[in-house]
């Protein structure tokens, strides 16, 4: 904040403290103005600007103003001529503190030559717009504290120390949870629980979770009460249903409302209300508390006429989205229903037995008409509707739709009318388990690029026309009866993804693949005995079960190469002694490229770590103490590897597999270049195990290491398979590094984290 008001120029500043409800802009105001009042002429702090100026009205909020800065309690002002004429040559500091009203500023600190050099004027407000509007120099945000900061502050009010007491910090931590940062949350609740027991602190956070407390409330509602029926409506609706929902999508039904959101999500965001991330719509929890408070106070005795309840005399004509997952509906309605705001609709139902007449819904974008033409839908999502055997012909050209799921659906074939949707993208079709064929115009689509049969088990053979699809890239077909593959496969130069794991069919021995793609082929998953020709630029080999599989390429002439998966792959018995080379060819380009985060990792059938891997140890962590300028310029990277034993894995069924289960990961990260290498003193790696096969790339930071551990990961990590090295050095630094995870289920793992290039290539 001190480097925005540039102290020591001679220019007139003026910089805005900007932030939401309780967030600290005055305490944040106070302590700068105590700090620098020294470098000025005279000083004044306007605190709770609007509150006087209620009470005092414009000419006697001047007064005050100007009576704090020339010390002269006898003025005689004459409006805003006064201000400038008083103050022209003077070198103040002014803080006027909590501005509701743009004609505040107007009247007190109009412009910048009102003032003499050096000046300074600070603004805080909830409102961003005014400073905006009012042409201050910069803005300075308030976020909220961080876990230390927030902690060290409750304790203050708490038990009058830096720190809880030793029997309190569990309690204290879950006051932390709920004030999320919040320093007026903090010094409210910190007030109020001091002094009192264990025991009386358990009822007040059980009766937060009901009741949220009023003090807190009140100074957050000022915000809410600020705002106009439009705009309290649409915070009403994101803090009851939308919160972390994507913006464009509520957009939309907030627009179906007529409720004018482009406008009134901009006046939300800049009055502290909400903030976007990712594209996403978020608030403080306290917030969305204060909220959801608003409207249960509508009505205390009947919650069925809360403003934010379906009542029964719900009005349909309104509905924008109609959202039915997991439902048991066999039919929606009989009929036509005019629902001419109604954008989107989602019925997985298993017992769906025929899609509504929608014609009367002209504006749907996402789901399917039985009749009737509907140029603007993009999107047909009938997922795991099991029982749906037919899909209805399309009538007219639908050039808009991009996306069909069909999976999980009781579908035996596609209509012929499928061509009218030129502009299809995907196609999915997955689980589709008396699904036989496509219809012969399939090569009329000519947009599409990615289709999805897997686990179609009817399907035997894939029409030989599909090679008119110019821009087909990904094709998967694992699971299904498919004896062979047509030969206009090699036409598909934009070819990406080539799936067939586990075909029930007679694996080929080897396959050919497009010589002239434009693209690298991420991802090759086949029933083969060898891959003989792959891409030079192939980026990723996916061979998970093909227990076939006897020989591979050399893959260091894979320069793009990253991943490697050959998970039960048995009959791979050489592979492991190429690794070391592998390493080396991997390790010298990456430094070069800086290719990936981990530019190579792998996993394949084995049950120890090879021996070229130092620092090994058995369990989840490995721990490293360096010597003394233990770094250099030649030092390329981490080598890591962990031995996984499936038989722990849940729900694994290997009462089938007649060969052994365990596997080898081995993965390669980089030195980072934002991080100071040789004040690193001590390595710590830890290898996460988790169940479920999703891959998460996270970067943690110190306060998750603490928690690193299985019985306390958080839900993000326990869906992930993660490996993180923390750095510990002679400096403040202390920095974890976190690798790509790998996409494998790992439930028991040995982890290594090795010097190997350390001294391979010193």
């Not at 037919?390 to 596609?414: N, Q, V």
């Not at 067939?500 to 694996?507: D, K, N, Q, V």
């Amino acid at each position: 904040m001190e480097l925005l008001l540039c102290i020591e120029s001679r220019e007139v500043r003026m910089v805005g403290i900007w932030g939401m409800a309780g967030i600290g802009k005055t305490t944040l105001a106070k302590a700068i103005c105590q700090h620098i009042s020294g470098h000025f002429e005279a000083c004044s702090f306007l605190e709770n600007v609007g509150d006087d100026l209620e009470k005092r009205g414009f000419l006697g909020l001047e007064e005050k103003f100007l009576s704090q800065l020339l010390e002269d309690r006898n003025l005689n002002i004459k409006g805003l001529s006064s201000i400038k004429a008083r103050l022209h040559f003077k070198k103040v500091l002014i803080v006027i503190d909590d501005v509701n009203s743009s004609k505040i500023l107007k009247v007190l600190v109009g412009k910048h030559d009102w003032f003499g050099q050096g000046s300074r004027i600070i603004v805080t407000t909830r409102n961003k717009h005014l400073l905006v509007m009012h042409g201050v120099d910069e803005v300075y945000e308030v976020r909220k504290l961080n876990n230390d900061d927030a902690l060290e502050l409750f304790s203050h009010y708490a038990f009058k120390q830096v720190h809880p007491q030793e029997d309190y910090v569990e309690l204290s931590k879950c006051v932390m949870v709920y004030a999320q940062g919040l320093p007026l949350a903090l010094k409210v609740l910190g007030s109020f629980l001091f002094s009192k027991s264990k025991h009386e602190w358990e009822s007040e956070l059980a009766k937060l979770r009901r009741i949220p407390n009023m003090e807190i409330q009140d100074v957050l509602q000022v915000s809410f009460y600020g705002l106009d029926d439009k705009e309290r409506d649409i915070f009403l609706d994101i803090a009851s249903f939308f919160k972390g929902e994507d913006k464009d999508y509520v957009m939309k039904i907030l627009n179906g409302c007529g409720f004018f959101p482009d406008i009134g999500i901009r006046v939300l965001i800049e009055k502290s209300l909400i903030t976007i991330l990712d594209n996403r719509l978020m608030m403080h929890d306290l917030l969305q508390e204060m909220g959801r408070e608003i409207v249960r106070q509508t009505s205390l005795k009947e919650p069925g006429k809360h403003s934010r309840s379906l009542s029964f005399d719900f009005n349909s004509k309104c509905l924008v989205d109609l959202s039915m997952p997991y439902s048991h509906i066999k039919q929606l309605w009989k009929g036509v229903k005019v629902l001419d705001k109604l954008k989107f609709m989602e019925l997985s139902s298993k017992q769906l037995t025929e899609t509504p007449d929608f014609s009367g819904i002209t504006n749907l974008e996402r789901y399917f008409p039985s009749s009737g033409k509907l140029e603007s839908l993009q999107i047909l999502i009938l997922s795991g509707c099991s029982k749906l055997e037919k899909f209805p012909e399309i009538r007219g050209y639908m050039e808009h739709l991009s996306e069909l799921y069909l999976d999980g659906t009781a579908i035996k074939e596609l209509p012929s009318s499928i061509e009218y949707a030129s502009g299809l993208v995907l196609l999915d079709l997955k689980n589709c388990k008396k699904f036989r064929s496509f219809p012969t115009c399939i090569h009329n689509l000519k947009s599409l690029e990615t289709l999805i049969f897997s686990g179609s088990l009817e399907s035997e053979d894939v029409q030989e026309n599909f090679g008119n699809l110019e821009w087909f890239k990904k094709l998967y077909s694992n699971g299904t009866a498919i004896r062979g593959m047509p030969s206009s496969i090699s036409l598909f130069r934009n070819l990406v993804v080539l799936s067939f794991g586990g075909c029930s069919g007679p694996p080929s021995l080897s396959w050919s693949l497009p010589r002239r793609s434009s693209h690298s082929i991420d991802f090759l998953l086949l029933s083969l005995q060898a891959l003989l020709e792959l891409p030079s630029s192939i980026q990723s080999i996916d061979a998970h079960n093909c227990t076939s599989l006897e020989i591979i390429p050399n893959q260091s002439i894979y320069k793009s190469l990253y991943h490697a998966s050959f998970m039960n792959c048995f009959k791979l018995m050489e592979y492991q002694s190429s690794l070391e080379t592998l390493f080396l060819t991997v390790a010298m380009d990456a430094t070069q490229t800086d290719f990936h985060p981990v530019p190579f990792n792998t996993i394949l059938p084995g049950s120890g770590i090879p021996d070229w891997i130092g620092h090994q140890s058995t369990g989840c962590e490995v721990n490293i103490k360096l010597s003394p300028n233990w770094f250099n310029s030649n030092f390329l990277g981490f080598a890591l590897s962990a031995v996984i034993d499936f038989n722990d894995m849940p729900h694994a069924n290997h009462a089938d597999l007649s060969f052994q289960i365990y596997h080898v990961w081995l993965a390669y990260a980089p030195v980072s270049s934002s991080i100071k290498w040789h004040e690193v003193n001590h390595i710590q790696a830890s290898f996460l195990m988790i169940t479920h096969m999703l891959p998460v790339i996270k970067r943690f930071t110190p306060e998750d290491l603490k928690t690193l551990r299985e019985d306390s990961l958080p839900q993000i990590l326990r869906e992930s398979t993660d490996t993180a090295i923390q750095l510990k050095g002679n400096s403040s630094q202390n920095d974890i590094y976190s690798l790509a995870p790998g996409s494998f289920a790992a439930l028991r793992s040995i982890l290594d984290l090795s010097s190997w290039y350390a001294t391979l290539v010193s």
